[in-house]
């Protein structure tokens, strides 16, 4: 396998198991994407993730298929709900502390080193009932939660990631209503709930690395999500401008605090400030500033957790029947295209794009630090028939896998570890069982949820066993 012949980072997966079915059994409390799918009209079909690949209940034969892969790493997401079934430290749920210390102490028995999740987009439905994110309490609440999960599982979990997406947590969930908890409040709760997760982050790092990090020495970090983008036309000025703003509102928009500033991108908070003022908003500036009284959120990442499915074209957004309406989109002034020569998989926003990979951490390195990289979720999606022999998947493995190696062997950028989106075919949020990302099968129709193997999980396997036999160290 060339193609990975000539970096050493560490190839692994990732599977949500935030909803990992027993949505209601042994103590879980429910979770906003529980209201959100029991609310009829939101989800493909109405699916559910009440039993999803039900893997509270067949672990084992995740572990097989985690064992079957070769995995050195594996990516997990805890479901707080699980844990705390009202958010808070207040009713601690036993059997889900024993539910995530089995898969921990599993996974190490293994082999496997396990990266784990605390936010994946899943927040107590008792914590939304009190404002969810929109609420400035919700950060020490998260803090709370954190301190439990590092104090519970932290001497054997070395690698954490705090809040996976706040991008699209705040604007699918409170600009766009698209995802859970649903709200659409323009403008406003997008910036809102985006502010509250980066204190909530920040407060979560500050406290691993006062009391966790000295016993336990690991490394804390955000993922985030982004696209690569280019300008539609590079010799237009405002497409030029446009595909600037794109970034500033979206990578730079948690990036900028966390690796840059300490505080959000220059243009970011002039765009907003400025639209602010022409629309008369009373609150006066939409975009929170960060308290002088919390600690800082510069620097709060040992490394760069990235997540990347995609690219854009981008062009100038000029709407004018938009331009006296409140809305994010509006102030990003900013609208991303497909190229019409990158295919598409499955899903209509899912451009596969493995150059952008290679070009956006190259970008990272160059704008924001030379910390490791962390590719945290990348794929394939599937939709339609299910095909066993997905050819086309198992080439955009390869594609991309080759456009990493690049990053790393030309352009010198520090990648630490790959994760693929992802182990099984799971519940793809809105768009319910009807894109299939997994490198396994899950079979949906039957009782049992039969696992079985995609061509491009054999072939991932034997990257994996390649560059295992690579990388090991020879006896002297």
């Not at 909803?19 to 989800?43: E, Q, Y």
């Not at 594996?74 to 479901?79: A, G, T």
């Not at 539910?99 to 293994?110: G, H, Q, S």
């Not at 190696?405 to 630490?416: L, M």
């Amino acid at each position: 396998m060339w193609w990975v012949s000539r970096w050493r980072s560490e190839l692994s997966v990732e599977f949500p198991t935030y909803l990992p079915g027993g949505w209601n059994m042994d103590g879980r409390g429910p979770s906003i994407w529980d209201t959100f799918c029991h609310a009829k009209g939101r989800v493909f079909k109405d699916h559910t993730g009440d039993v999803a690949c039900n893997s509270y209940q067949l672990w084992e034969e995740d572990l097989k298929c985690i064992q079957q892969l070769g995995l050195t790493h594996y990516r997990l997401s805890i479901s707080w709900s699980r844990l705390l079934p009202d958010g808070t430290t207040n009713h601690v749920n036993p059997k889900g502390v024993a539910y995530y210390n089995k898969v921990i102490d599993d996974l190490i028995a293994c082999g496997v080193t396990p990266m784990i999740t605390l936010y994946h987009m899943d927040l107590p439905q008792a914590l939304q009932d009190l404002g969810g994110w929109s609420s400035t309490e919700i950060a020490d609440i998260f803090e709370n939660y954190a301190r439990f999960c590092f104090k519970t599982f932290g001497d054997r979990v070395k690698l954490w990631i705090t809040v996976n997406e706040p991008y699209v947590c705040a604007k699918l969930g409170h600009e766009d209503g698209i995802f859970a908890p649903g709200i659409k409040n323009p403008g406003i709760s997008v910036y809102l709930a985006g502010h509250n997760m980066l204190r909530a982050h920040t407060k979560a790092w500050h406290i691993y690395n006062t009391h966790f990090r000295p016993l336990q020495a690991g490394q804390v970090s955000l993922a985030l999500n982004s696209d690569w983008v280019e300008p539609l036309d590079p010799g237009c000025p405002k497409d030029a401008a446009a595909a600037e703003r794109y970034k500033a509102f979206t990578l730079d928009w948690f990036a900028c605090p966390v690796f840059c500033t300490g505080d959000y991108s220059e243009s970011m908070r002039a765009r907003i400030e400025t639209r602010s003022l022409d629309l008369g908003c009373k609150q006066g500036s939409r975009l929170p500033r960060f308290s002088k009284d919390e600690p800082s959120p510069l620097g709060t990442a040992d490394f760069f957790a990235l997540n990347y499915y995609t690219s854009r074209k981008v062009k100038d957004l000029n709407d004018a029947s938009m331009k006296n309406k409140l809305s994010f989109e509006r102030d990003q002034g900013a609208e991303g295209v497909v190229d019409p020569s990158w295919p598409i998989c499955g899903v209509h926003w899912l451009a596969v794009v493995p150059e952008g990979l290679r070009k956006l951490l190259k970008y990272i390195k160059d704008t924001y630090t030379s910390l490791p990289i962390y590719i945290t979720e990348n794929g394939f999606s599937q939709v339609g028939p299910v095909q066993i022999e997905d050819a086309d998947r198992s080439q955009f493995y390869q594609d991309t896998l080759q456009e990493v190696g690049k990053a790393i062997s030309q352009d010198r950028v520090n990648v630490k570890g790959y994760f693929a989106w992802s182990l099984l075919d799971n519940f793809e949020w809105s768009d319910g069982y009807s894109v299939r990302f997994g490198l396994f099968h899950v079979d949906f129709s039957t009782p049992e949820l039969k696992r079985t193997i995609y061509r491009s999980g054999r072939e991932y396997a034997a990257v994996i066993s390649s560059h295992r036999s690579q990388t090991k160290p020879k006896n002297i």
